[in-house]
């Protein structure tokens, strides 16, 4: 049996399942905050990525940097 489409409001096997939509406005000063929250210096903070050297609140904010940068259409590094 194919899997069925959870709708925005169910419940999935993770929890409540959040759609969020953003402008790109939203979604670069998104990114300027996720940069700020790291240090400030986004290059100090991928070489730290790079390096398995995050914890796990900036692991989080690293994968969103990431998510954002794709939606973006920037280039990943």
Request: aromatic share 6%.
């Amino acid at each position: 049996m194919p899997a069925r489409l959870r709708l925005p409001w169910e419940e999935g096997p993770m929890g409540r399942v959040v759609v969020e939509r953003l402008t790109e406005p939203q979604a670069v000063a998104r990114r300027a905050e996720i940069i700020e929250a790291a240090g400030g210096d986004e290059r100090a903070f991928r070489a730290r990525a790079a390096d398995f050297a995050l914890d796990a609140r900036e692991l989080a904010l690293y994968d969103e940097l990431e998510e954002l940068d794709y939606l973006l259409g920037r280039e990943r590094h």
